[in-house]
């Protein structure tokens, strides 16, 4: 089965700097995507960035970016300038194109503090 | 841009009474998925559904919960007698293709549970 962990519970960061938070997950399958979402104060689920497992590419999304690292099952997701909008929990999720499996597997979430 | 529709965006209800939450999916999409968030911990997938039955469900998908596209616009999800673990958040999402790449969701409807 497939898990998604997010080892960090909460996080701060000062307007305008930069911020990292982690997830690391577990799969047998090759090919598969990644994503974060966004979840603001109205709890509303904002697809933030995505990656394709078969891509060596980080995707990159205005501010957002990530360090996708396949062999280490490794997906990081960097904010840059953040601003006091990015505060907000964000979950890493996973999903498999394998063996007919439609489901986003999620990880607990970070909760993100953006400081003026 | 098109979006998700949910209806309510909050429902109160007593324990043993049905529910039933609202989601206009985004029109040119096939695919569609309940996924639940108890408040505090992370989003859990229910089901999905496609050309009018369910594809995949959960183990927390049990006989009490139902899904319905009744009018190809809405699709639905029953709760057909509430406990109070049953309070949470309740995401519906949608995609045009399978392993929903572009799954959009929409903005939820908080289910409180008395």
């Known amino acids: 089965a497939q898990t998604v962990t997010q080892s960090q519970p909460e996080m701060s960061v000062q307007e305008a700097e930069t911020v990292t938070l982690s997830c690391t997950y577990d799969?047998?399958?090759?090919?598969?995507?990644l994503f974060w979402y966004k979840q603001p104060p109205s709890r509303q689920m904002i697809l933030v960035i995505r990656?394709?497992?078969?891509?060596?590419q980080n995707a990159t999304e205005n501010r957002f970016s990530v360090n996708f690292q396949k062999a280490a099952k490794s997906f990081s997701l960097k904010i840059s300038d953040s601003q006091l909008g990015d505060t907000a929990m964000y979950f890493c999720?996973?999903?498999?194109?394998?063996?007919?499996?439609?489901?986003?597997?999620f990880g607990k979430g970070t909760k993100l503090t953006v400081n003026p | 841009e098109p979006e998700v529709t949910q209806t309510p965006s909050h429902q109160v209800t007593q324990m043993g009474q049905e529910v039933i939450l609202r989601c206009v999916p985004i029109?040119?999409?096939?695919?569609f998925y309940w996924y639940r968030q108890i408040l505090g911990q992370k989003v859990e997938f229910l089901v999905s559904?496609?050309?009018?039955?369910?594809?995949?469900k959960s183990e927390i998908f049990d006989d009490q919960f139902s899904v319905e596209r009744p009018d190809g616009s809405n699709f639905t999800l029953k709760i057909r007698s509430t406990k109070l673990e049953d309070s949470a958040m309740y995401f519906c999402?949608?995609?045009?293709?399978?392993?929903?790449?572009?799954?959009?969701f929409g903005q939820g409807t908080r289910l409180t549970v008395v």
């Open positions: 999720a996973f999903i498999s194109t394998q063996g007919g499996s439609e489901k986003l597997v």
């Open positions: 799969t047998s399958e090759n090919n598969y995507y």
């Open positions: 990656q394709e497992a078969y891509k060596q």
């Open positions: 029109s040119n999409h096939l695919y």
């Open positions: 559904f496609y050309n009018n039955e369910i594809s995949e």
């Open positions: 999402a949608s995609s045009d293709r399978v392993a929903h790449t572009e799954a959009f």
